[in-house]
């Protein structure tokens, strides 16, 4: 079978690491896109076609590199990720994760428009859920916050491109990743690993009571795997699909799993309750894609925490120094 040549951005990521793996090992030609920042790489298990450092904010060097690579697939997983840094700086925010997403999608009209394009939605595209029991993909996407206005306006932008302009596009919208590679310190479930290391009580910033998915992160590559071959198969030009879990969990009660694995249930948490521009509920029903595409998620909370807890405690020395 012919060998695809795909772009991978925000490669160095959580997810993008161990789906590069997964693409790399179904013999294609990976290029990786990333922001000149630490050595990340040194956690690539294998070795890509090509790392190119730059921002995808410049759309001169998204489009050289499509056209000297002759890309036929770009998954767009780069963005700025944390919800307090966009709360903090807003513009930075939708100039990277709106504008840098028009910049593929124009890049990708103007070069060669049957090139396939995967975008990293999320549930927080949704906004709120009020009075419903879960989000199916056909809801409207209400969103408030920074962050999750940037999804959501970049997830309608796709759906427009692809209407308009017939490109190929995937949009998966998924519940909390997590798992081993997770460079995102403050993030819940590495923050409260490291935090359980330490022997310090966690902070929880929230009430704690926000529910929220919680989906491993092999299992998202596999769900971006399968989106990627139907559209490669499929005469339909847009997918969109949820991708996420049954674990539907409080920060208390991911911060309790933690501390029972960890042995160490006396460092109770103390809650902060100063947050308060945060979602209160999120729930995803991915049953389209575990019909359309036969996934669903195979590793439980229990497992993917335990996977979590081993390597960070391998790591975080190292991680910390950064
Ligand atoms: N992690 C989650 O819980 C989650 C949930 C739903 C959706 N998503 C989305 O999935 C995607 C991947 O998430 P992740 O957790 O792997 O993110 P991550 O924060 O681990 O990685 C994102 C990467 O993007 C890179 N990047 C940021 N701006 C860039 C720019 N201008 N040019 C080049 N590279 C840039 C960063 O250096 C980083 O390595 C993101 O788009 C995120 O919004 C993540």
Known sequence: MKKDNILVTGGFGLLGKPLILKL???KNNVYVLEKKSTNRKIFLKKKPKKIIIGDFRNKKIIQKIIKKNKINV????????????????????????????????ESIRKINSKIIFIYSSSDKAYGELNNRSDYKED???????????????????????????SLKIGIIRS????????????????EVIISTIE?????????????????????????????????????NNLKIYNVSSKFNYSVIDIVKIILKKMNKE????????????????????????????????????KRGIERSIIWYTKNYKNLKKK
Not at 199 to 226: M, P, T
């Open 266 to 301: 006396n460092l109770k948490p103390i809650v902060k309750n100063n947050s308060r521009q945060e979602l209160n509920f999120q729930r995803l029903n991915y049953s389209k894609i575990k019909k359309e595409l036969k996934w669903q998620p195979k590793i439980d909370i």
């Open 24 to 26: 790399i090992e179904n």
């Open 74 to 105: 770009i998954f767009h997983l780069g963005a700025i990720t944390q919800v307090l840094d966009s709360l903090k700086n807003p513009l930075e925010t939708h100039e990277t994760n709106i504008m840098g997403t028009i910049n593929f999608l």
């Open 175 to 190: 519940g909390n990743i997590y798992g081993p590679g997770d460079l995102n310190l403050k993030r819940l479930i590495p």
């Open 139 to 165: 809801d409207k996407l209400e969103a408030t916050y920074p962050y999750d206005v940037s999804k959501s306006a970049s997830d309608i932008i796709c759906q427009s491109y692809s209407k308009t302009y």
């Open 199 to 235: 022997n310090n009580k966690f902070k929880i910033r929230s009430s704690g009571k926000s529910l929220r998915d919680y989906v491993y992160v092999d299992d998202v590559v596999e769900a971006y795997y399968k989106v990627y071959k139907k559209l490669k198969n499929s005469k």
